[in-house]
């Protein structure tokens, strides 16, 4: 009996050995490097190292990246990249659509939250323009100028993110006709530390943010109001005010978007699997980026710091 036992139950020992041990083999299920976009925005930083550290967890081999925002997509329909920054529905509605449309990126699904970006001031700036937050208090040549600095004097400055960014503050002040100048902040830490020095010292100051993010939180300030976006707003000049002009409206709101190389999920679809269940909510996103801008943490310690105390939430995504 105990040898007809024995005989039993070894088969079935080896076959559970074999299963469990190919099953630890299919991942990673390639060696090839996987190339995750990182565009410097401490943001986006955490976002992606959150990422690239887990899948690391199951032995993948990646590379961060570099890439700007809007070309980044470009890239993943060519297969030079492959995970893609988080898009804003807020500045690359157009580009991602374009690009999931093609069939060489993938639509990863949103990553969990909402935003909303545009031209932001701090309260005390309605003593100079009080018809604020209505757009066309930005008309009065008195509030252009109290906005301005030396080099834009008498128009006023439009302080906007990175080049990189893709922004479009001139196609606005061109079809609204404001006497403004956009002046693009070299980083977004740039950006953020010249907001901060204008509120401290009140000084006037017009300039992009966005939410989530600690900046409007922190201070107390308004978003200017504009012509309602539609989806008409920036290819057809005949939608909104201007019938000449496209982009006389705000910006869509919207979440963030993940993408990838279609041609990928073959050679790494763990990975995918991964990047697909990969979701945060806003006041995580708003205490990760502060952590770094405030309290001045390496953005790969923030992101390490997020995985180490919260095994109970990825956990499920390595699954």
């Not at 036992?5 to 090839?32: C, G, M, N």
């Not at 893609?84 to 690359?92: E, F, K, M, Y």
């Not at 008195?142 to 834009?152: R, V």
């Not at 900046?215 to 005010?241: K, N, Q, T």
Request: hydrophobic share 40%.
């Amino acid at each position: 009996m105990k040898k007809l036992l024995i005989s039993f139950i070894l088969p079935i020992l080896f076959i559970t050995f074999i299963f469990s041990s190919s099953s630890r083999a299919d991942v990673p299920e390639s060696k090839d490097t996987l190339k995750i976009v990182i565009m410097g925005y401490s943001g986006d930083n955490i976002i992606m190292q959150i990422y690239g550290e887990l899948i690391s967890k199951l032995g993948y081999n990646i590379e961060y990246t570099p890439a700007d925002y809007i070309g980044q997509f470009a890239g993943m329909k060519s297969g030079d990249l492959h995970i893609g920054s988080p898009g804003w529905d807020t500045t690359a509605k157009d580009v991602m659509a374009d690009a999931w449309g093609s069939g060489n990126v993938l639509n990863m699904g949103n990553i969990g939250i909402s935003v909303f970006e545009d031209w932001w001031y701090p309260l005390y700036v309605k003593d100079k323009c009080p018809g604020l937050p209505n757009w066309e208090a930005l008309l009065d040549p008195a509030c252009a100028e109290s906005l301005g600095t030396i080099e834009t004097s008498p128009k006023g400055r439009f302080l906007e993110g990175p080049i990189e960014w893709g922004g479009t503050g001139n196609l606005r002040i061109e079809a609204l006709g404001l006497p403004f100048e956009v002046i693009n902040a070299g980083s977004d830490a740039a950006l953020g530390a010249d907001i901060s020095a204008a509120v401290k010292r009140q000084e006037p100051i017009l300039a992009w943010t966005w939410q989530p993010y600690w900046l409007p939180a922190m201070y107390p300030g308004e978003f200017v109001e504009w012509p309602e976006y539609g989806d008409g707003c920036y290819d057809d000049a005949s939608w909104g005010p201007n019938p000449n002009k496209t982009h006389d409206c705000g910006n869509p709101t919207g979440f963030m978007w993940k993408s990838a190389w279609t041609g990928g999920e073959s050679i790494w679809p763990k990975a995918y699997d991964v990047w697909r269940k990969f979701t945060l909510d806003e006041k995580t996103m708003g205490d990760l980026v502060y952590k770094s801008d405030i309290d001045g943490v390496d953005t790969m310690d923030v992101a390490k710091g997020w995985i180490a105390e919260n095994e109970n939430i990825w956990s499920e995504w390595l699954k």
